[in-house]
Every structure is written in C-alpha cells, then in structure tokens.
C-alpha cells in the first residue's frame, strides 16, 4: 500500500521545439502541502493541468488516485475527486459568491453546502456581494471555496497569490494553512519563496522543465541553503580583521556592517563569545538560510516579485 | 440533465443583471423596430416629396391659364407632394436647387409648357370629334341595310363632311417635362404618379371615365400594415446577431478570463456547456420576441399574433444561430477576433436574406447565394408562420433550420476545445 495521492514518472510535454516539461518524476503523498517553485515559464502550470486533466502529456505517465489521466473514464474519476484553483481565478462577474460556489458545485454529486463552505473560507459576509465587486484576495478565496465546494480530497492552488497584495496574501496563506488542518493534499505552485518555505511539507525547485531538487523545506536548506550567518550592525574594520583572523569566512561591507559566516551553532557561539569579551554595544542579528539561498544554489538566479529569473 | 440546467440558470442570470448585455439583446431591437416602424410604417404623417413645378403657361396678366393651374392643384390634390412653383423666368434647375431647404433632398421638376392650355384644348375637340366621328360611323354600318338610298346618301354625306372637319383641326398634343436625377430611386415612383395624375387629367378634360375599377386587396386575408410585414424579418435578424455576435462574444470573453477552464476541469461535458448556453440564448429569443410582438401591438396597432408553429419556429431559430455562435466561439480565441468574425458573417447574411430588402431586387446569382443563407429560412419560416399562416411553407423551412441547428451543435461540440493541446 502506498500513501501516494499523485504518481508522475518521466513526464514530458513538448510544443513543437519548446519542452515545456522535461522528463519530471515526483509524488505527492496523502495529507501533504507539496509546493512547486519556479520562475514563470519553468512548467508548474503546464504540468498541474495535465494532472487536472485539461492538458495532453507527450509521454510518461500521471497518475492521480491511481487513475490514469490520459485515460477517459479514469479522466471522469479524477475530475470528481479534485478541487481546482485555476491561475488567474475568475468567475461569472454579476453572479454572487454564492451563486458562483452553487454554480461550480452544480456539476458535481457528492459536495459540500455552499454556506458550509463560505463559512470555512469566512465569506458570510461577502455572500451576497456579486464577484465583479470583490477585491482580488476575495476573488482567491471564492476560487479556493469553489475548489472545496465537492469535499476534494486533493486541491491544486496554482499560483493562488500571484498579483496580490501583502495582505491579501496573508489571508490566503492563512486559508492553506486550513487545508492542511482538514487534511486536505494541497498541490501549490508558486514564484514566492516565502510561500513555499511557510506553507510547504515538501518542495520541487523546478525550472526549465525540470525539478532541480526536492525534500522538505528543512532538508533543503541545511543540504543547499550554505552556512548562517552573524551580522555585527556598524561595526568596523578593526573588528572584522579580528574575527577574520580568528574565524574566517567575514567581510566588512557597504553598510558599515561586520557578516561572518558560521559553519555551525558551536561555532556562532564562539564568535557571541569573542564579542562579548570585546565587549562590544553592537546589534547582533543572525540570519538563517532560506529557501531563497537553496534556489539561488541549485538554479544559479533569484526570482523577481513578477516571477522571472534575474 | 442537472448540469446543462445549472449553465442555463447562471448564464441566464449573469446576462438579465448586465446593462450592456440587455441593451444590445432587448433595447436595441426594440429601438430599432420603433425606428423602422416610423420609417415604413405609414403612421405620423410622413412629409411629402419637394416638387418643383414651372408653369410657362400663362395668360398677358401673368397669371396661370386655367387648364395649367388646375393641372397644378390636380398634382397638389395626391398628397404626395410638397409642390414649390419655380419663377416662369427663372432656369428651373438652379432655382430649385438654390431652394431646396435647409434638409436638401432631390431635384424634381415638373415643366409645364408655353400653349398647354390651347393644344389641350385642341387636342381635345379633335378627339372629341374624332370619337363622335367613329361612333356614327359603326351605328351607320349596323343600320345600313335597313335605309333606302336616300337615307344612306345622306348619312355618308354628313359622315364625309364630319370627317374632313376633324382632318381640318390642327393636330396638337401638349407636353410636360419632368426633370430628375439619374440617381433618383425614388424617380421612377414619382414620374409614374406625375402621368396617373395627368391621364386623369386626360380622361376628365375629354369628359371620359375609366371602365376599369380597381380594388385592393390583401393577400394574408388578414388586414396587416407594413411593421406586421417588418417584424419577423426584425426578430428573426436579432434572434441571428445574438446568437452570433453575443454568444460568440460572450463565449471568448469566458474563454479569456478561464472560466471555461474553471468549468472544464469538473465533470462537466463541453456538451453540457453547449446544451446550457443555447437554452439560454432560447429563453432570450422568446423574451425578445415577446417584448417586440407587444411593443408592435401598443405602438403600431400589428396584427401578428404568435401561434405554436411561430414558438416552434423561433425556438428552432434560435437554437440554429446559438448553436452557429458556439461554433465561432469555439473556434476563435480572443473577443475582438469573435467580434470581427461574428460582424462579418451577420451583416451581410441580414442584408442578403430578404430581411430588411426583398429579394426582387438582388441579382439572380445573389438571390442563388441567399438560398444557402441559415436566416433565409428561418427568416421565411417565421413570414410564413406569423403572416400568411402557410403551414406547408412553415415546415419545409422548419426542416431546414432543424438540420442546421443540429449540424452546428454538434460541430459546436467538436470544434470547443475542452482539453488543450
């Protein structure tokens, strides 16, 4: 018996020259929150669709509750079973969030009431507001309630904060944090780091067709995210030559600022340690690696806000 | 069957709450029906066509001769015409074009010439004698065999003298100059109420009347006016732009902003979507042409009066053109594409099926061409339905609108593109 809710073996999507997806493999295990990140164009959407159904593989196989997605009647099975926010949500404009949710949750039998959903996503208050009148983290969190609306055991939310706003953003963090708490599998991809790392049990680095690395956010970063790092805020030259000659690994940058790199917490407490006897009044911050450090390590660049590489 | 009925209802809705979609479906054939009924409908007393008239007629005093002024008040007593009198010394083309008024419109001139009082006069005692002439003669040939000699001498001696009487008068006939743009259409209408006018004219001065009654009659056996005639034509052309131009419209607008994704990835046949959309567009055709059908029977008095075969017909019209914009749709990606495409393909099929212009009036081949047009049935089928009440006409059309709705909703289901590539 296996835990695996999605199976993808050597995928491939090619268009005409352009190999959109490029031979992936990867599971999604039951309960999880599996986070595909990359930079636009690296393929989340095109290999997410295909997991939904809309979209042809070149080759390879897809498997979603053990069906087989190129497969008609297995095609049927997987579409009753999963929960959907699509990129770029939209609805029917002079519908109501409730009419909107009735509307999706129309096409299927098995499903949740409409108000039980909009209770669990907070919409009461909105329910009779059409959607043409929401702000754009609301439309989010109509397109998740509509994704919920047939109790699915597996919801994929593809790029679900793409054009928000910081707090709109939080708020639909928070509602993923919910679906994890109702046991829901969550299929999320994203071009924010931050999103990943909060959010994720698990994350695919993929670009270019191809998933970089995989492992779980913690594994990630102590494997590819480098070493910690110590900040003496307005330090000085003097102290750096000090800590460089009694540590290695320090610099003396732009900002007046002392950066030592440490291997590990023994060693972080040797340097708290020098600078306490030295008695400094400096700030000290330290700084952890992020995920953002992992991509940077295994892709070679950052991602901008609008989710291209740089 | 939950599913179509699931789309009918949110599409239905979404497009009763839209202004603009409920101007362009509902008020904008209303208006236009106001409109054309205005135009066509012979209702609110219609101005008369400007008719310049020149009469070079006239007596030493300067006033018109007799027989010219009643000529002139014969063509004022149609009602067709707003007749300005033209200077007898002024040339008539650029007097009546510097005098058109402020609207402009067409040059017409009526010239009525120097004499046409006496070589009317003339023209008339010959004739006159002329008939009085042949009238003796044909009662002299009946009775012939029944007078002596005598008699007989007499009566072709008073013939003879009669006859070389008439040869003596001089043989005048008057005319009248009627002066027009070649590019006139409506030319050919007024030159043919100008020589009515003067045939009675003719007819009255010779003390003549026509043998010849004339009495119309309608051939619907009904006494409808030009808007009963009008409207299906109307209905059948916006039932035709909506499912053309709004469905398309509306179906790469949802394409554009992914709610067709949204829909497609639940268990939701494209079938489905396309059965849903079309009850949509049906339920609006019918409201459409209900609101036309009372606004035509409160403003201009029409006759029509729906009958089940009317129902059927634009139900089955409707179907035909919704199913015709989901193949657009389907095969079109962005909203101004489907625009262009649902323009191109609407406009001249309304101007080409006999719905706003009889066909009479197309060359043969562009009538050929309108036979292949899905509104020439349906629009047909609804004149027969509404109108003449010809069963047999109504169901030969109907036939053909069933097959096409049927073709195109199911190459509506083929060309939708569910799954992308």
Known sequence: MTDSVVEVSSLVKQYGNLRAVDGISFELHDGEVFAFLGPNGAGKTTTVEILECIRSLTSGSARVFGYDVTKGEDVKEIKKRIGVLPQDFSALDKLTVKENIDLIGGMYKKKLGTLEVIKLLDLEDKAKERFENLSGGLKQRVGVAAALVNDPQLVFLDEPTTGLDPKARREVWSVIDNLKRLGKTVFLTTHYMEEAQILSDRIAVINKGKIAVIGSPQDLISKYGGRKILVVRRGSKELAKILQDKYGGTMFNHGGDVVVKVDDVKEMWQVLSTLTDMKTDKEIEIQAPTIEDVFLKVVGSRITEEGELK | MIRPLVIFLAVTKNWIRSRSGLFFSIMFPVMLLLVFGAIFGGGGGGSASTLFVQNLDINPDETPTQLSSAFVKALN????????????????????????????????????????????????????????????NTTYQYFAPYLNETEKMAYEQGLAQMRQYNETLPDSRTSLTLAFDASDQSATVIKNIVINVANAFNYHIIGATSVIEFNEESVTGNRYGAVDYYLPGIIAAFIMTNGIIAL??????????????????????????????????????????????????????????????????????????????????????????????????????????????????????????????????????????????????????????????????????????????
Do not use: C, H
């Not at chain 2, 300005?84 to 510097?98: F, G, L, N, Q, T």
């Not at chain 2, 199913?323 to 909203?335: A, F, S, W, Y």
């Not at chain 2, 060359?363 to 339905?385: C, D, H, I, K, M």
């Open chain 2, 77 to 136: 007593s149609t009602k067709t015409f707003a007749i300005k009198d033209v200077p007898s010394d002024a040339d008539p083309k650029i007097w009546a074009r510097d005098n058109l008024g402020p609207l402009g419109g067409n040059i017409r001139i009526v010239m009525i010439s120097k004499g046409f009082q006496d070589d009317l006069l003339n023209g008339t005692l010959k004739v006159r004698v002329g008939i009085s002439y042949s009238l003796l």
């Open chain 2, 248 to 421: 398309t419209g509306n179906t790469t607008e949802f394409k554009r902003r992914g709610i067709i994704k949204r829909l497609s990835i639940t268990p939701l046949t494209k079938f489905d979507w396309i059965i849903g959309n079309v009850l949509s567009q049906t339920l609006l055709s019918l409201m459409l042409t209900a609101i036309m059908i009372v606004v035509g029977w409160i403003v201009f008095s029409v006759q029509v009066i729906p009958d089940i075969l009317s129902i059927i017909m634009i139900f089955l019209g409707s179907v035909m053109f919704s199913g015709l914009g989901m193949v657009l749709g389907g095969l079109v990606k962005d909203v101004e594409a489907a625009s262009a495409l649902g323009n191109a393909i609407a406009f001249p099929m309304m101007f080409l099926s006999g719905t706003y212009f009889p066909m009479e009036f197309m060359p043969s081949y562009l009538q050929s061409f309108s036979r292949v047009l899905p509104l020439f049935y349906f629009s047909e089928g609804l004149r027969y339905a509404l109108i003449y009440r010809y069963t047999e006409g109504v169901l030969s059309n109907m036939a053909v609108v069933s097959a096409l709705a049927a073709a195109f909703i199911i190459i509506g289901s083929v060309v939708t593109r569910w799954k992308e590539k």
